[in-house]
């Protein structure tokens, strides 16, 4: 948590340099325009986890029993939502100038008594932008599957993929100068898209947190590993002769429960509880899982086993 906090601050301090850069040769390009959107929205993720981090370690108390861990679920469906409206409203600027059929220009200005196009200082604000933002990136990655933080791994791969939104607006910058105006309304639609598809893709995660979806790796591709290793756990209990696990995503960590069917009732209590500390040593999220002996695990329960095969 503290390297991610150090590379968020360090990442917040290059952000805010790169926007000013950029806004300062900003000029008519529609797709530098985006490119300068882009940066602005890379800095919600990181206010996100700046201030969400500090919230989830609060203590519980009787208001919140559970404590504030999933206050970056709901952090995180903030940026997400954040991040999709600007790239819709980006992507519609975009192809209505395509539409319309702007011509963009791009002026000269005078630098140390020189003419200078004002194109070539716009390339070398976005490389500016661009070489430390895959830097870092690389950095925060393993950081955030380490911490199963979705918002830190929203950043990073957001910081991962700006190479390509400044690459294609230096394209539609070059475009410009060569007389082809409308390489920088379709290089902003390009950036513009990209936005979109970040922020959709995140949205849908940050939803299905929030409504109790079983746990998925940070990348949101596959079953969380930890998903068998907690069944299995149960499954192996001897004195447990059918169970059903059940777990969810609380923020950084996850909670859950166990509906088991015991051989007998003998030591339950204390049998209960050495299961209960062999599944919260299996992985350091997990909080607040409860085991509970049942009769029969019910019609519902193996409906739902029927369903999954």
């Known amino acids: 948590m503290a390297r991610a906090r150090r ?23 529609q797709s530098m325009k985006t490119a300068w959107m882009d940066d602005l929205l890379s800095l919600i993720p990181i206010a996100v986890f700046l ?17 504030y861990h999933r206050v970056t679920s709901a952090a995180y469906l903030a940026a997400a ?23 963009p220009t791009i002026g000269a200005i005078e630098l140390l008594g020189h003419q200078v196009w004002l194109g070539w200082l716009m390339i070398l604000a976005l490389l500016y932008s661009m070489v430390p933002a ?9 950081v955030a599957e380490g911490l199963y933080d979705k918002v830190v791994y929203t950043d990073a791969a957001m ?25 920088d309304a379709v290089a902003a639609t390009f950036i513009s898209f990209d936005i979109v598809r970040d922020g959709s ?33 149960i499954e192996g209990l001897d004195w447990v002769r059918a169970s059903e696990v059940r777990l969810r995503v609380n923020g950084h960590t996850l ?12 030591d339950l209590p204390e049998r ?38």
């Open 7 to 29: 590379l968020e601050w360090i990442t917040l301090g290059y952000i805010v340099s790169a926007t000013v850069i950029v806004a300062l040769v900003l000029g008519q390009s």
């Open 51 to 67: 201030v969400g981090s500090r919230i989830s370690q609060w203590e519980p108390n009787e208001r919140f029993p559970y404590g």
């Open 81 to 103: 939502v954040a991040l999709t409206a600007t790239g819709l409203y980006l992507l519609i600027e975009s192809v209505v100038k395509l539409i319309h059929a702007e011509h």
């Open 134 to 142: 895959i830097i870092l990136s690389r950095l925060k990655l393993p």
């Open 159 to 183: 910081n991962k993929a700006d190479w390509l939104t400044e690459a294609a607006a230096v394209v539609g910058i070059l475009g410009i100068g060569f007389g082809y105006w409308w390489a």
């Open 201 to 233: 893709r995140h949205l849908r995660v940050s939803l299905f947190d929030l409504i109790d979806h079983r746990p998925l790796t940070i990348d949101g591709k596959e079953p969380d590993p930890v998903i068998a290793r907690v069944t299995a756990t």
């Open 255 to 266: 909670s859950g429960e166990a509906l088991v069917v015991p051989r007998s009732t003998e």
């Open 272 to 309: 209960v509880e050495q299961a209960l500390r062999e599944v919260c040593a299996l992985d350091w999220r997990l909080h607040h899982f409860a085991i509970t002996p049942v009769t029969s695990l019910g019609p519902d329960v193996q409906r739902q086993d029927e369903a999954r095969g």
